[in-house]
Each structure stands twice: as structure tokens, then as C-alpha cells.
């Protein structure tokens, strides 16, 4: 019965060679295939011919799924990709699907795509041409800010990396300062320096607002709000006053059980009936005042779970100092409750950024709404892949980036 | 004595105040809006109420699942903006929950490069806006399909092409016997399963519940189609020629192309946080479990379906009811790539038309607020029936 021996450690020195040998064959053979467009096998039928580099491989990794063999390489080849046949198969569907998309991704991003020119007719491949992002980059960037006054954005959003950047350097004590600086006077003087209207800066209305430098500052100003309200509803949430209590819960769970979109129509068409007539509150103020709503509810929840993590004791200690309600708080329960939830605030902070944009609802055009424009400009039809891809890029980096910094929060 | 009866009055008083501010400030608030709403529709020459549902909505809706047209009301339109956005959730919910279990265990595998594939899966679609996945597929991948006239054929009974997916349409004789009799089968299984419980607790004999169950899900109606005259046959998609260069397909069932996207979009994005709940609920069972049931004498798949599984699901299903509700409120992105939910129905054409966004509003708020309870009481029962049974 035994024709072919069980691989063991016996056979080790006929089997594993014939098997690595088949395995690389059949890896060789779908690699070729998909790089080169020519057929190892193509002296045997059609159908043989398409299923044998699955039948050569799965024969090659039989062979050298042997147990304990004291080859290192064979070991941990073994343990990770070969432990059974399933796992085999799985393998080699998995590489064959990997190696057979490498190919057209690469033509279509590099080796067929269109890098130079400053029109649509500069694209002849047939991958993506890059040159519809090139032109629109400005754009994308700025929204329609006019060319001349971008240098203000640019100086902004500096000065805020530049100010981050020193506070890492400096001692504890100027930190705080520089913490104060940053959440108290340079969100307005940011603003003041982008809007324009006053020191000889001309004024720039904020419908022409729009491209990424939108989405960051949406969210820094979201953030920066959302934050202060989110502990009040939280704290609220907790109170033993009933009636600030239920309201609180009603207000939270009013915002978590509606979608994003329909609080942003509501600030777009059923805020200003509720003003009396006449007022006219700007279109990016009352999209932030939505966001920030929407995004304090949730806050309000992150912050609640800190807080009833904390043990009792340390409530009963601050009040046995004879602490009042609003010093126990801000001096013993929320630095602790905090800095327990502080990976939950940074995914609160991704899920806003992830947001933002759906303010097109509103006509306000960030980064994706830019591009819907640009694809529908009839000297640019027929762009919407290449456009997509690059701001799916864009928001892939800056959530990524995001959440592995959280994700390094949680571990320490 | 009268010095402690002070001090109580005075801890009520100094609880009632803050109380009685915020209400006073919320009331005051709410009395300022309601006057200027008032103010503002009166002079618009439109007054509050919600008549206006039984007007003719007068504008036609791309794709409806019961009979509509122009010459129905607003509330008929509400109603078909409502099963839209319900058929597109339900979709959703169930593919990402296969595609979730299916990612999450594969992140767990010991087989290195699936692991390392799941666990970019879950990276990639999860730090990409949803709203960009939808435009992705929509406008990017859906749009590169072929025309109908050369529209891709699976066995020449169902074709792919850029104006939407054509399938077979089920034509029933008899539905409702067919239903009756499913129905049946499902409670002669809750019947069965229960009784099954009993033997085994009381005399641990062990029944094959999940054989008998689908052979009665299978041969119950089965029976209704051989003696109780229930028929189903098929209308196939047939390609017809409109015009020399226009081609479409008649009979079937056509499915847009923006549920499509909108169900692949949902569907690939939630499944990266369902992924990791069902991670994050195999993981939380601790090892000594499954050593505990493999020394009791259980077999792998009575570890599984016994232990591990029941103790998984307690940690996995409260925070996937937060992700079907998630995906609930998300399906409201339908309104940017037009397909017909309740967001563009209602809170977009209908508003457009009559002018009335407070009503509109609140009553498309309100019905998201409905959804997501309901979701959520049903996820609760559900959730209290797996919690452990202290005896």
C-alpha cells in the first residue's frame, strides 16, 4: 500500500528538494504568467494547463509538511503556511491571487500612467493619468481660495505645526503655556489670518473655502469644541440632579440615534427658520455648530465610560476633603477619568475626521466634494478613478497614521 | 433641631436651583425658536402641520419595492424612501456580518499570510471615509462595466452592465401556502430544538438537532410544492433592441447600480469592525476553557459550538449591534449617489416641493430614531438570551 512513503524525517533528503522544487515551480509558472504573458505548461491541455500550477504546488507542499524535520527554514515554513492541506490550499490561492494583481495595479498606477502634460489629451496610456491630479492639486488643496492669498493658509496651518512641533522640546512649565496658546488664541487668530478683512488682508468669503485645508480646520475646530461640551453632557449624564440628568440623556441619545447627514440638512434647512427673520449666520458656522453637536454626544459617552470606571473611593475621598461638586471634578475625577479614555477620544477624533466629508450635503467642498467637481468639468470628464484613488490615498495616510497613534496610546 | 431642618431645605434648595435654571434656559430656548419658526412660515404663507402627507407628491422615484408613481401621495413617498433604506440596511447588515466573521477569524489563523491579509483588509477599508468607498465604487468601478448589449453573462440567466445587475424574477402560484408552510417549519425547529434541550439536561441524550432542523426547513415546504399546487417559475432577462444603438433588458428584476455600490460600500466598511469584535470575542475566551471541554472529553467541534462559541458571542454582539446601527444611520449616504432612501425621498425631493423643512426634518429624524431603538431593543433581547444563566 505504501507506494509513496509518508514524508518523514527519513525521507527528508529525496522529499523536501522535490517538493521545494514543485512549489517554486508552480509560484515560477503563475509568475511568469502574469508578468511576462507566457505559458510554461502551454504543451498540455487548456484545462490541465490552468489548474496545474494549484496541483504541483499542493504536491510540492505535501511533500515537505514533515514534522519536526530540524531544517529551520522547513520548520517555520511548516508552522506559518503549511500545516495542513487546507492551509496549503489557502496559501497557494492567496500568493497566485497576489501575484496575478500585481501586474495590472502596477500598469495602471506607474508603467501606463501619464505623469507629464497639462491637459487631458497628454493622457495616452491606458492606466491612470496623473496629470488631471497635477493641474487640479491647487484645488484639491485650497478649495476655491484665490491662487494669490494661499500663502495665509499655508502660514496657518505652519505656525500650528511649528508651535506643536517646539512644544515637545520645551520644559513642563512653558508647555502649559504653549497648550493655552494653542487652544485659546490660535484657533482665532488662525481664523482671522485665512478669513482675511481686516490688517490688510483682503477678505476672502467662506464659501470660497474648500480642499483638504477645509477638512483640518472642520476638525480642529470640531475637536476643540466638541471636547468641553462632551464632558458637560458626560458629567450631566452622571448628575443626581434628575432634571439635568434626563436632559442630558435625551440630548446624547437624540444626536447618536440620527445619521450625520440629516443633522447637517437640518443646520442647512431648518436652523434659519428658527432664527428670526433676516439673520443670517454664515454656512460654515452653522455646519460646525452641527458637527460639534453631533460629535459631543459621542464624546459624552467616551468621557461616561471613564467615569464609571473609576472606583467609588475615589469620589468619597475628594468629597472627605470637604470638595465641592465642581472641584472634585476638575481636581480629582476628570484627569483621572480622562486619561483612562484617552484612546477612546482619539477614535472619537478619526470618526470625526472620517466625517467631514459629508458637508457637500451643505455645498461646502472639501477634499472628495473638489474632486466631484473636477470630474464633472467637461475639460476633464471620465477622471473619477483617478481622483477617488488619490483622496482615498490621502484620507488613508491621515486616518492610518491616526489610528496607529491610538492604537500605541492603548498600549501603554 | 431647627438647625438641621435648615440644612435640608437648604441641600433641596441648592438641588433645585441648577435644576430649575436649565430647564428654564432649554424651555426659553424652545419658546424663541418655535416664535421665530412661527413668524418665518407665516411669512412664507405656510402653516405647521402635516397635511400636506396626503397631497400628490407629483415626481416619480427611480426604484420602489411596492407600486408608486407621481400621482401618489407624500406619505406613499416617505413609505418607498423608508423599504428603500430598510432593504439597503438589511442587505448590508447581512453581508457584512458574513464578510466580518469570515476577516475576524482569519486574523486569528495561524496560517501567516491570510492572517496578514485579513489584517490589511481591515486596515484599508476601515481608515477610508465611507462616503469616498461609495464614490469609489459608484462613479469609478461601476461606471467601467460594459453596456448592456455586450453586459457580462452568468449562464445566460443574470447579466452584469453599467445600467445595473439583471436577474431572474420569481413568479409564484400559491405564495402564501409556501409562506404558511415556512413559517411551520419554523416553529416545528423552535419545537424541536426545545425539546431536544430537555433530553439533554434531563438524560443527556444527545438529539441531532441541526440535521432535523434543516430537513424540516427543506422538506416542509417541499411538500407544498408536490400536493398543495405551490409553482415557482422563473422570468428571465431578455435583451431587447430599443433603438439601432440603444439595447436594454426587459423582464427580471433590474437592480440599480446605486444599491450596488451603496450595499458594497456598507457592507466592506462595517465588516472591518465587525472583523474586529468577533477577534476581540474569540480572543476574550480564555484558553483554559477549551482545555477545561477538550478534558471533559468533547470533540473540536463540541468546543466550538458548545463553549467557545456561547462565550465569544456574550463579548461579540454588543458592540456589533453598535455597528448595525451604524450602518443603519450610514445608509442615509445614499442621498449622494442618488439612490432613492428616505434622505433624498423625504428630507431632499419632498422638501424641495412643499417647502416645509421642519416637518420634513423632524419626521426623517424620527423615523432614524425609530430604526435605531427598535434595532437596538431587538439586539438587547437577543443579548439577554445569550448572557449566562446563573442556576
Not at chain 1, 508647555?175 to 487652544?183: C, E, G, P, R
Not at chain 2, 411669512?43 to 416619480?60: P, T, V, Y
Request: glycine share 6%; charged share 15%; with cysteine.
Amino acid at each position: 500500500m505504501n507506494l509513496i512513503a509518508k514524508p518523514s524525517k527519513e525521507n527528508l533528503k529525496t522529499y523536501a528538494p522535490i517538493g521545494l522544487f514543485l512549489v517554486s515551480l508552480s509560484i515560477l509558472d503563475v509568475f511568469i504568467n502574469a508578468f511576462f504573458n507566457f505559458n510554461l505548461m502551454a504543451f498540455l491541455p487548456s484545462q490541465l494547463s490552468y489548474f496545474l500550477p494549484l496541483i504541483l504546488g499542493f504536491i510540492g507542499f505535501y511533500l515537505i509538511r514533515i514534522e519536526f524535520s530540524g531544517v529551520r527554514f522547513l520548520d517555520i515554513l511548516n508552522k506559518n503556511i503549511n500545516s495542513n492541506n487546507f492551509n496549503a490550499l489557502l496559501t497557494l490561492f492567496t500568493i497566485f491571487i497576489i501575484i496575478k494583481s500585481i501586474p495590472p495595479m502596477l500598469d495602471w498606477f506607474i508603467l501606463e500612467a501619464n505623469f507629464l502634460g497639462n491637459s487631458k489629451d497628454d493622457c495616452t496610456g491606458d492606466g491612470a493619468c496623473w496629470v488631471f491630479i497635477k493641474v487640479w492639486f491647487n484645488r484639491f488643496m485650497y478649495g476655491l481660495y484665490p491662487d494669490a492669498e494661499q500663502w495665509r493658509i499655508n502660514t496657518a496651518f505652519l505656525i500650528l505645526f511649528a508651535i506643536v512641533g517646539v512644544s515637545f522640546f520645551v520644559s513642563e512649565k512653558l508647555k502649559k503655556y504653549f497648550v493655552l496658546f494653542l487652544v485659546f488664541v490660535f484657533p482665532f487668530l488662525g481664523i482671522k489670518l485665512i478669513s482675511g478683512g481686516s490688517f490688510g488682508l483682503e477678505y476672502v468669503e467662506s464659501a470660497a473655502w474648500g480642499g483638504l485645508s477645509l477638512t483640518f480646520i472642520i476638525s480642529a475646530f470640531a475637536i476643540l469644541f466638541c471636547f468641553p461640551i462632551g464632558v458637560i453632557l458626560a458629567l450631566g449624564r452622571r448628575s443626581s440632579l434628575p432634571a439635568i440628568r434626563y436632559i442630558s440623556i435625551g440630548f446624547i441619545e437624540l444626536w447618536r440615534g440620527v445619521p450625520l447627514i440629516t443633522v447637517l440638512f437640518m443646520s442647512a434647512v431648518m436652523f434659519p427658520m428658527f432664527l428670526p427673520d433676516g439673520t443670517f449666520i454664515d454656512k460654515l458656522i452653522r455646519v460646525l455648530i452641527a458637527i460639534t453637536l453631533f460629535e459631543a454626544a459621542y464624546m459624552a459617552e467616551v468621557v461616561r465610560g471613564g467615569l464609571q470606571a473609576l472606583p467609588k473611593g475615589q469620589y468619597e475621598a475628594a468629597k472627605s476633603l470637604g470638595m465641592g461638586y465642581w472641584r472634585m471634578n476638575a481636581l480629582i475625577i476628570l484627569p483621572q477619568a480622562l486619561k483612562l479614555v484617552i484612546p477612546g477620544i482619539a477614535n472619537t477624533l478619526l470618526a470625526l475626521v472620517k466625517d467631514t466629508p459629508l458637508i457637500f450635503v451643505v455645498g461646502l467642498m472639501e477634499l472628495a466634494g473638489m474632486i466631484g467637481l473636477a470630474k464633472t468639468n467637461p475639460k476633464w470628464l471620465g477622471m473619477a478613478m483617478e481622483g477617488y484613488v488619490f483622496a482615498g490615498l490621502v484620507f488613508w495616510v491621515i486616518c492610518y497614521a491616526m489610528s496607529r497613534y491610538s492604537q500605541n496610546l492603548e498600549k501603554n | 433641631m431647627i438647625f438641621k431642618k435648615f440644612n435640608i431645605e437648604n441641600k433641596k434648595a441648592r438641588d433645585l436651583i441648577p435644576q430649575a435654571i436649565t430647564v428654564l434656559a432649554l424651555l426659553s430656548i424652545i419658546i424663541y425658536f418655535a416664535t421665530n419658526a412661527q413668524i418665518n412660515m407665516g411669512n412664507r404663507g405656510i402653516s405647521f402641520g402635516f397635511g400636506f402627507l396626503n397631497q400628490e407628491a407629483s415626481f416619480d422615484i427611480t426604484f420602489s419595492m411596492i407600486e408608486y408613481d407621481g400621482s401618489h401621495s407624500y406619505g406613499r413617498a416617505f413609505l418607498v424612501g423608508l423599504l428603500n433604506t430598510i432593504l439597503v440596511s438589511a442587505i448590508g447588515i447581512f453581508f457584512a456580518t458574513i464578510m466580518g466573521v469570515i476577516v475576524g477569524i482569519s486574523r486569528l489563523s495561524d496560517n501567516y499570510l491570510i492572517a496578514k491579509v485579513a489584517e490589511w483588509y481591515v486596515e484599508i477599508f476601515r481608515n477610508i471615509p465611507l462616503i469616498l468607498q461609495i464614490f469609489f465604487w459608484y462613479f469609478a468601478a461601476l461606471r467601467a462595466l460594459p453596456l448592456p448589449e455586450n453586459g457580462i453573462s452568468f449562464y445566460d440567466i443574470s447579466f452584469l452592465t453599467i445600467k445595473g445587475w439583471y436577474v431572474p424574477k420569481f413568479i409564484w402560484t400559491n405564495f402564501n401556502v409556501f409562506l404558511l408552510s415556512v413559517i411551520a417549519a419554523f416553529i416545528a425547529i423552535y419545537f424541536i430544538n426545545s425539546y431536544a434541550t430537555k433530553q439533554r439536561e434531563q438524560f443527556g441524550k444527545q438529539i441531532p438537532v441541526t440535521t432535523i432542523s434543516l430537513a424540516s426547513l427543506i422538506l416542509i415546504p417541499l411538500i407544498t410544492f408536490l400536493f398543495l399546487g405551490v409553482t415557482l417559475t422563473f422570468e428571465y432577462p431578455v435583451l431587447k433592441q430599443l433603438s439601432p444603438t440603444v439595447f436594454t433588458y426587459a423582464g427580471g428584476v433590474s437592480i440599480i447600480p446605486e444599491l450596488i455600490a451603496l450595499a458594497l460600500a456598507l457592507s466592506m466598511y462595517t465588516a472591518t469592525f465587525i472583523a474586529e469584535n468577533v477577534r476581540a470575542g474569540i480572543l476574550g475566551v480564555s484558553k483554559g476553557q477549551k482545555e477545561a471541554a477538550a478534558s471533559i472529553g468533547l470533540n473540536k467541534n463540541q468546543i466550538l459550538k458548545l463553549v467557545v462559541m456561547p462565550q465569544a458571542l456574550r463579548i461579540i454582539i454588543p458592540p456589533t449591534t453598535n455597528q448595525y446601527l451604524n450602518l443603519t444611520k450610514n445608509s442615509s449616504l445614499a442621498a449622494a449617489i442618488a439612490y432613492p432612501d428616505i434622505v433624498l425621498v423625504f428630507a431632499g425631493t419632498a422638501l424641495m416641493q412643499t417647502g416645509r423643512a421642519i416637518e420634513i426634518i423632524s419626521i426623517t429624524m424620527l423615523t432614524y430614531l425609530t430604526l435605531s431603538i427598535s434595532i437596538s431593543i431587538f439586539m438587547n433581547w437577543y443579548n439577554k438570551k445569550m448572557a449566562i444563566k446563573e442556576k
